[in-house]
């Protein structure tokens, strides 16, 4: 569905976006703005949560309602504004770094509960705001500030992860390719669950991987399915190959949805009580 640049417009801030020229990161702000205007979404009623990092800055640069949380702390924060309000639509942007290292405990939670957002990893191979760090996605042969020599620790590939701990939309794309990003961030926004949108974003300043996902970055099949499992787990960790598009799909009740249930549970049996009504019962 084709967006005009007056309705990308609509979601754009007065901030202009101060990453390095040449950064993935523009790419996905613009298939984001790109993705509210194919949904029709109103500013007002969506809600961007950030962690720490390059991305971190995401929620200044748009017209939505945005939350710059703390340092792996996007999942807590994304997840309470959904839970307080489950009208909102919710986004949630981390780095590689910020997703998988210090809120990796958080991330894995997220995909099991199957919280009801759409989260945008910016994927760039390493800590990028604080000049070049190595990263749980750094690869094997990529030397950082940390590692001169290389990595030596096995790169964690975040679409095989998500898929294993429970999230029910995986997809992965390149922010070179900001109209099919767009369509995968839209999809992701109107899937009933959790859904992580890997995406491959290059850093220019200290790892600069264009022309190797340019190599790498390829279609799936037109006959793939995306409701197989094992199947998806294979695409996703294919080691010569960075396979883009929907990988996994599959659905299952949402978190917010087994809360209703069991709030509907707890009334059928005691009741609609009080607060004080609920701790008198407590002291009998």
Request: proline share 6%; glycine share 8%; net charge neutral.
């Amino acid at each position: 569905m084709a967006v005009d640049a007056q309705t990308r417009e609509r979601y754009k801030s007065e901030v202009k976006p101060i990453w390095c020229p040449g950064c993935g990161d523009f790419g996905v702000l613009t298939a984001t703005f790109m993705a509210l205007g194919m949904l029709k979404l109103d500013p007002e009623q969506v809600v961007i949560v950030s962690g720490i990092g390059c991305s971190g800055r995401f929620p200044a640069f748009t017209t939505c309602y945005g939350f710059h949380s703390l340092h792996g702390r996007t999942m807590p924060v994304a997840l309470g504004v959904k839970a307080a309000n489950p009208d909102l639509t919710v986004i949630a942007v981390g780095g590689d770094g910020d997703t998988l290292a210090i809120g990796g405990n958080h991330f894995m939670h997220a995909c099991r509960r199957n919280i009801n957002l759409a989260y945008l990893l910016l994927d760039n191979n390493l800590y990028a705001l604080t000049k070049g760090q190595a990263s749980p996605t750094t690869l094997p042969m990529q030397a950082t500030d940390s590692t001169p020599y290389g990595s030596y620790e096995s790169d964690v590939e975040p679409c095989t992860l998500a898929i294993v701990l429970g999230a029910s939309f995986v997809a992965r794309e390149f922010s070179a390719r900001a109209k099919k990003l767009a369509e995968i961030i839209a999809q992701a926004v109107e899937h009933p669950g959790f859904a992580l949108v890997h995406i491959l974003s290059p850093c220019v300043t200290f790892f600069d991987t264009y022309d190797l996902y340019k190599q790498k970055v390829a279609e799936l099949p037109p006959d793939y399915d995306p409701k197989d499992m094992q199947q998806a787990i294979r695409y996703a960790s294919d080691p010569e190959r960075k396979w883009v598009g929907v990988l996994y799909r599959t659905q299952r009740p949402t978190f917010e949805e087994r809360i209703r249930e069991i709030n509907q549970k707890a009334i059928e049996r005691h009741g609609r009580l009080t607060l004080q009504q609920m701790l008198e019962r407590r002291r009998v």
